[in-house]
């Protein structure tokens, strides 16, 4: 029994000594990331964190996490002020697979909230705060930082985060991923328009790729609903409104559950709702009425009449206040005073929708706008791109996204389906009904489009659907399955919570 007791003892203690000696190994493979020496970088720092209970840093958005597994976490700076971060899990945690994460808004702070769940999940993560603060505002007016805020930070932090993963590891990842939404959006389409051979897979929510587009619709539907005095449209009126449509159109798609499938198939006018005869909480004054169908068409050119971009859809009336509340959404206020007028105290309501227009794109269309359909380079190198944007969208207009789309089939498919069936071999685009900016509002908004992503990269499994699900209260209520566009989901019977009730089809 002893000498049992004592072999299995030296046993235990080999192991310990073993797992110590690796863990000092892998501490000192981080320490010497230290030394690296990458071009523009001007400081580069490591920390070992150990597994346990993690508080991330920075700026106000300070998060507790009760547990992370241990990894080497890599801070540096790419000249001149674009701060990055590299987090990279213990060798035998690692699942071969970087995930670069995208920012939001402004962007201006590290995405922390992406990056812990990925480096859980055993990927390398990497984010940046594209090159500036989130707090000072200085840096619209400059042509330099706003290039790194439209596309360098993210190509930099990408080329530098490899560099640093294979000297971690001694090899490079298997398969590269990027993944964003709103601003990282945006960021992504530009890594695929721009530099085709950064990532295999790239995942695009809600994108801001019609930069200067969306923010002077946002002016104009702020605008519309507030020409003077207080808003046209108070939360009492977006509800009349949005009941209405839902009235009207809820069930073209064969199932009442609050949502519509396709709001483009919705003809809602808002003037079945303006009052016959004074005013009604239940009815519109013909002000208001005006106001809603500004809103639902759009901008376009006084002098032409021309439609310059998509406005909101029906069917999200109830989120319509983030824009038609009180005043300008304050990015685009910023965004045109400082990058376009170059003068803080610009009136937003004096956007000419002829003369500004172009004025905007030759001031900043160059770093911001990613909107170029050329994509052949990043299809022919086998890569692949889901884009995703909910119908119920408050600040990016959804139908923006499907013109991209259908103008990136047209440029690198033909046919008489407008190079859709061609696109799709490597670029699929997933309507979500009745999701809100990025996430939220009554239609199911959660799904794993990540998942989808690596499936198609490395199994070749194309995404011919995607289960969401809808969550309230911790509790999953309903699922049902995004189609590839220009498919929608039609229900064929059974529970209709259910995504096996729902077949995707045209």
């Known amino acids: 029994m002893r000498t049992i007791f004592t072999a299995v003892g030296m046993g235990i203690a080999l192991s310990i000594g073993a797992q110590a000696a690796q863990a000092q190994d892998v501490e000192s493979a981080c320490e010497a990331l230290a030394d690296l020496t990458l071009s523009e970088v001007v400081s580069l720092?490591?920390?070992?964190?150990?597994?346990?209970?993690?508080?991330?840093?920075?700026?106000?958005?300070?998060?507790?996490?009760?547990?992370?597994?241990?990894?080497?976490?890599?801070?540096?700076?790419?000249?001149?002020?674009?701060?990055?971060?590299?987090?990279?899990p213990e060798p035998e945690a690692w699942n071969g697979r970087f995930q670069a994460v995208g920012g939001g808004g402004f962007a201006g702070v590290i995405s922390y909230s992406a990056m812990v769940p990925n480096v859980t999940a055993g990927y390398v993560t990497a984010s940046t705060d594209t090159g500036h603060v989130a707090s000072d505002l200085e840096w619209l007016s400059d042509e330099g930082l706003l290039r790194d805020y439209g596309?360098?930070?993210?190509?930099?932090?990408?080329?530098?985060?490899?560099?640093?993963?294979?000297?971690?590891?001694?090899?490079?990842?298997?398969?590269?991923?990027?993944?964003?939404?709103?601003?990282?959006?945006?960021?992504?389409?530009?890594?695929?328009?721009?530099?085709?051979?950064?990532?295999?897979?790239?995942v695009s929510g809600a994108p801001v790729n019609h930069f200067v587009a969306t923010h002077y619709t946002q002016l104009w539907i702020a605008l519309a609903a507030k020409p003077v005095g207080d808003t046209l449209l108070t939360p009492t009126e977006l509800s009349v409104v949005n009941s209405a449509v839902l009235a009207q159109c809820d069930t073209i798609?064969?199932?009442?559950?609050?949502?519509?499938?396709?709001?483009?198939?919705?003809?809602?006018?808002?003037g079945t709702l303006q009052c016959s005869s004074g005013a009604s909480s239940q009815c519109l004054s013909p002000e208001q009425v005006d106001a809603v169908r500004k809103?639902?068409?759009?901008?376009?050119?006084?002098?032409?009449?021309?439609?310059?971009?998509?406005?909101?859809a029906p069917g999200g009336e109830l989120s319509w206040s983030l824009v038609a509340g009180s005043g300008a959404a304050p990015i685009a206020d910023e965004y045109f005073s400082r990058s376009v007028f170059n003068d803080v105290d610009w009136d937003w309501r004096t956007f000419d929708y002829d003369s500004d227009v172009e004025r905007s794109y030759e001031t900043t269309g160059e770093a911001l706008v990613a909107t170029d359909p050329h994509l052949g380079e990043f299809r022919d190198a086998g890569n692949k791109l889901i884009l995703y944007h909910g119908w119920n969208d408050q600040v990016i207009f959804p139908e923006g996204t499907i013109d991209y789309y259908q103008r990136v089939a047209a440029t690198v498919g033909s046919g008489a389906d407008g190079g859709i069936g061609e696109t799709r071999d490597f670029f699929r685009l997933f309507m979500a009904p009745g999701m809100q900016h990025c996430r939220g509002g009554p239609g199911p908004s959660q799904f794993d489009a990540q998942a989808a992503i690596e499936a198609w990269v490395e199994e070749g499994?194309?995404?011919?659907?995607?289960?969401?699900?809808?969550?309230?209260?911790?509790?999953?209520?309903?699922?049902?399955?995004?189609?590839?566009?220009?498919?929608?989901?039609?229900?064929?019977?059974?529970?209709?919570?259910?995504?096996?009730?729902f077949v995707c089809s045209e």
């Open 253 to 270: 798609d064969g199932v009442e559950d609050g949502v519509i499938e396709d709001p483009r198939m919705c003809t809602f006018d808002p």
């Open 45 to 88: 720092e490591v920390e070992s964190v150990p597994a346990g209970p993690y508080s991330t840093p920075g700026r106000g958005q300070r998060q507790d996490v009760n547990d992370v597994p241990a990894f080497c976490k890599v801070t540096g700076v790419v000249e001149p002020a674009i701060n990055f971060e590299v987090w990279l």
């Open 151 to 202: 596309y360098r930070a993210i190509n930099e932090m990408t080329s530098k985060s490899k560099a640093i993963l294979g000297a971690y590891y001694g090899r490079a990842a298997d398969y590269n991923y990027f993944n964003g939404c709103s601003t990282g959006g945006r960021q992504g389409l530009m890594q695929a328009q721009r530099f085709h051979d950064d990532y295999d897979g790239i």
């Open 295 to 312: 809103i639902y068409a759009g901008p376009s050119n006084p002098r032409t009449g021309e439609q310059l971009h998509p406005g909101l």
């Open 461 to 501: 499994i194309a995404p011919d659907r995607i289960e969401a699900s809808l969550v309230e209260d911790g509790n999953v209520t309903r699922t049902r399955p995004l189609c590839p566009y220009p498919e929608t989901a039609r229900y064929v019977g059974g529970d209709p919570d259910q995504a096996a009730s």
